[in-house]
């Protein structure tokens, strides 16, 4: 069984939507293993996006992800990772298709409702820098 790491962002929460996507990400039969809600430091936040840190939108990016409470989880089931990748559509919300957590709800480029883990070697890091207090399992 494999495991990714996902978080609903500030306007999934604001929004009211948290419900409604875990129950599609249950539906799909991953189960979820750990969650917990809170705002993200800014530098955890910088350290999370540092991938991209030389895009002339990462400051807006990183005072988005911080604005307010999000739920992180760790899921697991087979193929979760591309399970929840293809399930949040594409990053841009006005190209994500219908059908597609993005693609359904979404409404901005970056402020797109959700992230995930996009490799197994992303996920262990993920679940490791918003999880610590989680033990390999």
Known sequence: MEKTFIILKPDA???????E???????KNLNLLHMKVETIPKDIAQKHYEHVKDIPIFGE??????SG???MMIVQGEQAINT???MMGKTSSFEALPGTIRGD???HRYKNLIHASDS???AAVEIQRFFPEIKDE
């Open 84 to 86: 929840v990748r293809t």
């Open 120 to 122: 197994p070697e992303s």
């Open 61 to 66: 990016m990183i005072e988005y992800i911080t």
């Open 105 to 107: 709800y979404g409404a």
């Open 21 to 27: 996507i875990i129950s599609r990400l249950e539906r």
């Open 69 to 71: 409470p999000v739920v």
């Open 13 to 19: 929460v604001e929004r009211k939507l948290v419900g």
